[in-house]
């Protein structure tokens, strides 16, 4: 159902929203390149400030036919299920659109099924896209104590994995919102990550975790450096 919902969904951001991506030739080749020459899992790590962040993200790395013929690039997510999985159809719309729904706060038994699901697509060859704060950060800005251990976990049960990080933020974006505003135009930076930690259990998945994110924090500075 790809070549239905895909161009779609693009087509939704740039036209009806008129939402724009900097450079965006630029980061769709360097993503193909990255797909092309991966040795192991790809995980793609990033900041979150809207509820459709994942679809801006996705659609800033790739184009429509380019996803077609290369479905598995297209990344995996877990959004909240309260948000988008409330109903029966709605629970089969998002598997379509490749969507795990999360209840955060669920069970820890829940939560982790649904992580191993995550996990298991990845070590297939599909691309995945998790925020590791968790949700959306209420300052606006990214938040290191709010790094979830659970990436790290991911992280660490995925030999080779490599941890694409992205920081995407809208020119009016100053703060978390439902959406971004109408015709905004979006810039997007992209660090290639290898994280690892000597640390066991909880610790590693921690250490792992606070890399990525730290990561994510380095790139939102850089980002209002490039602004002044």
């Known amino acids: 159902m790809a070549p239905l919902w895909v161009p779609v969904v693009a087509a939704m951001l740039r036209v009806v929203l008129g939402y724009r991506i900097d450079g965006r030739a630029a980061l769709r080749h360097r993503y193909a390149d990255l797909w092309r020459t991966r040795s192991g899992p790809l995980l793609i790590c990033a900041n979150h400030l809207t509820m459709i962040d994942s679809a801006l993200i996705a659609w800033a790395l790739g184009s429509p036919w380019w996803y077609v013929r290369h479905f598995a690039a297209v990344p995996w997510n877990v959004p909240e299920r309260q948000h988008f999985a409330a109903s029966v159809w709605a629970r089969v719309l998002v598997y379509v659109m490749k969507c795990l729904p999360l209840t955060r706060g669920g069970s820890r038994a829940t939560v982790a099924a649904t992580l191993q699901r995550f996990t298991h697509v990845l070590a297939e060859g599909d691309a995945g896209l998790i925020f590791p704060e968790g949700g959306r950060g209420r300052s606006g800005r990214v938040d290191v104590d709010a790094a979830a251990?659970?990436?790290?976990?991911i992280v660490r049960s995925?030999?080779?994995c490599q941890v694409l990080c992205v920081?995407?933020?809208?020119?009016?974006?100053?703060?978390?919102g439902d959406m971004p505003h109408r015709g905004d135009r979006f810039r997007v930076h992209l660090e290639l990550l290898h994280p690892t930690s000597s640390a066991t259990g909880v610790r590693g998945d921690r250490d792992v975790a606070l890399q990525i994110v730290r990561q994510l924090a380095a790139m939102e500075q850089q980002h209002f450096d490039d602004r002044q």
């Open 158 to 160: 995925l030999p080779g």
């Open 149 to 153: 251990y659970g990436v790290g976990r």
């Open 167 to 176: 920081y995407l933020r809208g020119e009016r974006q100053a703060t978390y």
